[in-house]
């Protein structure tokens, strides 16, 4: 430091002594009564609504959960008159596989993860950990370690509305994590957040116990309410879209319907 800004920072810093009107903040600032500086009421965790957990969660029968493994998550989405159909930018980022069963529904406070730890306690084998992030897109929420403690709890794989890390031992498990992307940027385990209760993500409610269907084409959930019913259309319409795609496959088809619609429609055709 030159003679000139030495002399600058002393003066300076003997002013700030001399000048009455620079508060001093340890002498202001409020202390409890053991003389430790007090935090405000606003920033303790409370009990309820962001903060708990529900232990019950129903799950659809298993015979239910096979059906709905047998279907692509378009077909699914077609069935639900594409209503129920989550944001494309969540995709397969560990691997290929496909994802079907029961949500397990975790909401994190952003940046965040101590409730998705907790929810390795909760979940049983055949389980679809779903994560609300609260639109965090700074932190990653799950790495190698979640992941590989969820293997061995039998887990079959996450649907994130957030972000990952730690990819390459995110692979190794073999689970199928679904996300927006990947960062080094690590979460904290503070709180607060929910477990077992409604949340949203990729634009679309999930109620904890409905079905989620995941590939690579898209991620699809369906009520539990509705489930059996959404099912039995699948079946029925089955074998009618194997056929349809059979001959469409042998150059076999009609475009009439088309004309039928824009005619329906009122449509100008010079």
Known sequence: MSKTKRTLHQDSFQAGVNNPAIIDLSKTTPKSEAGAVAKPKSSELMPGPGFRVST???????????????????????????????????????????????????????GDNLMLHKALDLAVPGDVVVVDTSESNRNAVLGDLIANKAKHRGIAGFIIDGLIRDLDGVKETGLPVYAKGVTAFGPLHRGPGELNFQISCGGIVVHPGDIITADQTGITVVRKDFAETIAMRLEMERQRMEDYVSNVKLGIFSNSWVDDQLSADGCLID
């Open 56 to 110: 019950k969660i129903t799950r659809p029968p298993a015979n239910l959960i096979r059906a709905y493994s047998r279907f692509e998550a378009a077909d699914v989405s077609d069935m639900l008159n594409r209503m129920f159909t989550m944001s494309a930018d969540i995709r397969n980022k560990s691997n290929e596989k496909p994802l079907c069963g029961p949500a397990l529904t975790v909401k994190l406070f952003p």
